[in-house]
């Protein structure tokens, strides 16, 4: 994976990805990828941003709970000890990032959330 880069589970965000990053001649390497299961190395991201699907925008199987738990664990595993983490989301309560997995990986992570009002963005660790 060459970076910048990353991933979508929807084949038509991945295009739309790549032709975005075309139009702005930017080399990006964007797959198609279940952001449960990233093909990445434990430790080896210093920066995610992240677009998380709401309901009933995107239809999420097996619920909001359950999708962001599996989600934010695997974002903990790939985190760079020093790594921050950008999420958009309506539903900051579901996250079970706050406070103990990202500070417990080596105190420096960040993590900002966007919660639905525009103006706002809260930094929570």
């Known amino acids: 994976m060459a ?17 975005n990053g075309e139009n702005a001649a930017l080399a990006l390497s964007v797959e198609r990828w279940d952001a449960r299961s990233l093909p990445l190395a434990n430790g080896s991201v ?3 941003a992240c677009n998380l ?12 709970a ?5 989600l934010c664990a695997e974002m903990e595993r790939v985190l760079a000890p020093s790594g921050q ?4 989301t309506n539903r900051p309560e579901l996250l079970p990032l706050r406070g103990a997995g990202l500070s417990g990986t080596g105190g420096n992570q960040s993590l900002w ?8 963005i809260t930094r929570m660790t």
Request: proline fraction near 6%; glycine fraction near 14%.
């Open 3 to 19: 970076w910048p880069g990353g991933g979508d589970n929807d084949a038509e965000a991945v295009a739309a990805a790549l032709a």
């Open 46 to 48: 210093e920066c995610i």
């Open 53 to 64: 699907p709401w309901d009933p925008q995107v239809a999420i199987e097996g619920g909001e």
């Open 66 to 70: 359950t999708f962001y738990a599996a």
């Open 85 to 88: 983490v950008a999420l958009l």
């Open 113 to 120: 959330t966007e919660a639905g009002d525009w103006g706002s």
